[in-house]
């Protein structure tokens, strides 16, 4: 099983996320564009792991006490557009503690530094032209739970259910 770590966004950040696609879309971006019910904040990539019971278990165990994320900023690692997060020390307090459990009970995960970011669109192009300019909306959200996430590869891209 593929299994990640994440935040399922809230409907006013969907919305707003959904906002931004569509002005990419008027602007001639093409891409593949994350789907409305795929859209998430990725806290650790597990990857291919066989029990997601020991992974509830470490969720479970981390503390946790619900906390705000608001949008801000957009930005790209190549051809992979995303939206950014206003900095927030209780996300990242939350991903610390998150990592030390799963790194505690030896599920393996990706360890890269944690960059938080919404992705909008993957192989994103422009066909030449710049970039369009669009306002990102203040949107927020109230993080309550955080959630196993499983990946499988369907006909028409990536399908992603949460487990819990
Ligand atoms: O949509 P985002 O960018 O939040 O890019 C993948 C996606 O993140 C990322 O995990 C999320 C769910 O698939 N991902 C996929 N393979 C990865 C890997 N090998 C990975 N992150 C790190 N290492």
């Not at 291919?48 to 509830?56: C, G, M, S, T």
């Not at 470490?58 to 608001?70: G, K, N, S, T, Y």
């Not at 944690?114 to 909306?137: D, E, K, Q």
Request: charged share 25%; proline share 8%.
């Amino acid at each position: 099983m593929r299994l990640f770590i994440a935040i399922p966004l809230g409907e006013e950040m969907r919305a707003a996320v959904r906002a931004v696609q569509d002005d990419f879309r008027r602007g001639g971006v093409k891409g593949n564009y994350t789907p409305p019910e795929n859209l998430h904040l990725t806290l650790a990539f597990i990857g291919e792991y066989p029990d997601p019971d020991a992974v509830l278990e470490v969720l479970d165990a981390v503390p946790f006490r619900p906390f705000e994320l608001r949008l801000d900023g957009l930005g790209a690692f190549g051809d992979l557009w995303w939206l950014g997060l206003e900095d927030s020390p209780a996300l990242a307090a939350c991903v610390r503690a998150l990592r030390r459990g799963l790194a505690n009970a030896g599920i393996p995960f990706d360890g890269k530094r944690f960059s938080p970011h919404i992705t909008l669109v993957r192989r994103a192009t422009t066909g030449g032209r710049p970039m369009p300019g669009v306002a990102v909306p203040r949107a927020g959200m109230t993080v309550d739970h955080i959630a196993l996430m499983r990946s499988d590869r369907g006909r028409n891209g990536m399908i992603y259910t949460e487990l819990r």
